[in-house]
């Protein structure tokens, strides 16, 4: 069986001159897996635009209809952060069609796991608002829509990029079939995802923040995956396991200040291959959120879809940065204690 992928040249003409939401970010990604040879080892589906009743999943029709309606006249900024042009509303309506399609051809055993080159990206999108350059909760409503899926009762997301995934949280945070986790700089934006966040009523214990200070890389990530992500995912038992992709958290990323490698990148990425092997048949899907350096992106991405792959091989062709990792001891065990691991 196949790694999907799934991509729309409309994700290019989404774009702001300037801002560093650029479409070079997907061109280098693309450009990236073409000369590595990777493209030729993956399967790309079809894209698709999602329809109205699709994206209602997770925001409410009438920010739908504006946001379509805005974008149609030329577009503009939609808050601070978040730009649209006439090309946006489509390009976030394919975002979500296409992550809908790619998992649900992991679903039913099409494809063996995917990654989905996504832009805009999606996880600080709310309900009735833009956020964080995301018009639409793309993550949030593949999952939504996972679980109308035969054979699919739970499911884990998994959040890797620098700021805490808010609109994935606020979106689909209250369903207790949903295991929701992020790793993020904190505090920094959008300023949620603390560690008491762990959500409420009978969802409580399925939302698990983590918190983490500034400067923390590659050992303490590993720490973190080993005592806290993966007990959590094994505990919950998902499904399926998404996965939101942002590269940002790299030591030379120009946005946030957390020091994870390439090398940080890719051992996460096949920890996270490994436990979907391990608990879901091996049913995965990563989804393209942040990540502001092209050769981050470029090598970060085609890492990823090699351990999707198989392919032991990996390039980190930045290295490590030399620093003295902050102890987050503390915070590990506070994590345990709280969410009973
Ligand atoms: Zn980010």
Redesign the pocket.
């Known amino acids: 069986m196949n790694t999907g992928i799934v991509y729309d040249p409309v994700f290019l003409k989404h774009e702001q001159p300037g801002h560093p939401e650029t479409a070079k970010r997907l061109e280098s990604i693309l450009a990236g897996l073409k000369e590595k040879g990777l493209l030729e080892k993956v399967k790309q589906i079809k894209s698709r635009q999602a329809e109205t009743k699709e994206i209602t999943l997770c925001h409410s029709n009438d920010y739908v209809e504006f946001v379509k309606d805005f974008c149609q006249k030329g577009g503009g900024y939609l808050d601070p952060d978040t730009y649209s042009n006439k090309f946006s509303f489509l390009a976030a309506a394919t975002s979500v069609g296409s992550a809908i399609d790619l998992t649900k051809s992991v679903i039913i055993g099409n494809l063996k796991n995917g990654f989905a080159l996504l832009r805009p ?1 999606g ?1 600080h999108a709310l309900s009735n608002r833009s956020m ?1 350059f995301c018009l639409f909760g793309n993550i949030a409503i593949a999952t939504k829509n996972a679980l109308t899926q035969s054979g699919i009762n739970k499911v884990a997301v998994v959040d890797f ?3 805490h995934g808010n609109g994935t949280q606020a979106l689909i945070g209250d369903d207790p079939n949903i295991l929701f986790i992020s790793t993020h700089q904190y505090p920094f934006y959008p300023g949620t995802g603390g560690i008491r966040e762990i959500g409420e009523g009978n969802a409580e214990g399925t939302v698990v923040n983590i918190p983490l200070p500034a400067k923390v890389g590659d050992v303490e990530f590993q720490l973190i995956f080993e005592n806290v992500i993966i007990p959590s995912l094994e505990k919950f038992s998902p499904d399926l396991i998404l996965v939101s992709a ?1 590269y ?1 958290a790299h030591w030379d990323d120009p ?2 200040d957390l020091n994870l490698s390439l090398a940080g990148y890719d051992w996460i990425s096949r920890k996270l291959n490994q436990s979907a092997e391990k608990i879901c048949s091996g049913k995965i899907v990563f989804f393209l ?3 502001y350096n092209l050769q981050v992106l470029s090598s970060g991405v085609a890492n990823s879809i090699r351990a999707l792959l198989g392919i032991e091989d990996s390039e980190d062709p930045l290295g490590r940065i030399s620093h003295q990792e902050p102890n987050i001891e503390r915070i590990i065990k506070e994590l345990i204690s709280i969410h009973k691991l």
Request: charged share 25%.
């Open positions: 990206p996880h964080g990029d620098v700021h942002g940002d946005l946030a959120e942040g990540g």
